[in-house]
């Protein structure tokens, strides 16, 4: 298994909503990433985690939660959000950790999140 | 300030002809650089991977320079098709305490016409 695979693909939520978007991979990679991206913009880093941990948080409104619960799967818990946070939510993964860095990411096809 | 700038926000070739992208970064000093191909709707593919110490790096088609001097990395498709057509990103590390992180350039949509 050479993917990572992210559910769901389409989310239209209300401002008031609580939903969760989901990440998986079964590759062995040891960090796992979201990303937020815009129309027409390069991706945007948020959350990073090395061996479970999270590593680095880019500044991220406390209405986005990450979760790790184990080393195939990442979360992340969305309460609250604004219009503005429509994007496409993308999440990947490295083979080795983030001290060190010999392979390129693997994305998902991201989840496409909608905010009414 | 940190900036990754990738030239051109599109190229038009035409089909056969070699096409080449540029991304520049100012405030960096990567230990590393990546390349991605993007379709619409889908996330990031990796291409290639290139090293501080390494000057150039193929893959069938495939061609990346890179220059720390001219804080530079070129990329170039030889014999382009239509289905090459995508954008186009380059990104590199960003690194934060012992962490490394990508961090990508605008893009560059490649259209190659038949």
């Known amino acids: 298994d050479t993917e990572v695979t992210q559910t769901p693909k389409h989310l239209v939520m209300g401002m008031t909503n609580k939903k969760s978007l989901k990440c998986e991979q079964h590759m062995g990679h040891r960090a796992m990433y979201w990303y937020k991206q815009k129309a027409k913009k390069p991706p945007e880093l948020m959350f990073v985690?090395?061996?479970?941990?999270?590593?680095i948080n880019e500044s991220v409104p406390s209405r986005f939660s990450p979760e790790c619960p184990n080393s195939s799967l990442l979360n992340l818990h969305l309460h609250a959000l604004q219009p503005e946070d429509s994007a496409l939510y993308l999440c990947?993964?490295?083979?080795?950790?983030?001290?060190?860095?010999?392979?390129?990411?693997?994305f998902g096809s991201g989840t496409r999140l909608t905010v009414v | 300030s940190q900036k990754i700038e990738q030239n051109s926000e599109a190229l038009n070739i035409q089909e056969g002809k070699t096409a080449t992208l540029t991304c520049n970064y100012t405030?960096?000093?990567?230990?590393?650089l990546q390349w991605y191909r993007q379709d619409p709707g889908r996330g990031p593919v990796f291409l290639l991977l290139i090293r501080e110490n390494e000057k150039e790096k193929r893959k069938e088609r495939l061609k990346v320079t890179f220059d720390t001097t001219l804080k530079q990395s070129l990329f170039h498709i030889t014999a382009s098709q239509p289905a090459d057509s995508a954008t186009y990103l380059c990104a590199l590390d960003g690194k934060k305490d012992s962490s490394y992180k990508l961090i990508f350039g605008s893009g560059t949509r490649l259209l190659v016409r038949p």
């Open positions: 985690y090395s061996y479970e941990k999270l590593s």
């Open positions: 990947a993964s490295s083979q080795e950790g983030t001290s060190q860095i010999n392979y390129g990411y693997t």
């Open positions: 405030n960096y000093s990567p230990a590393y």
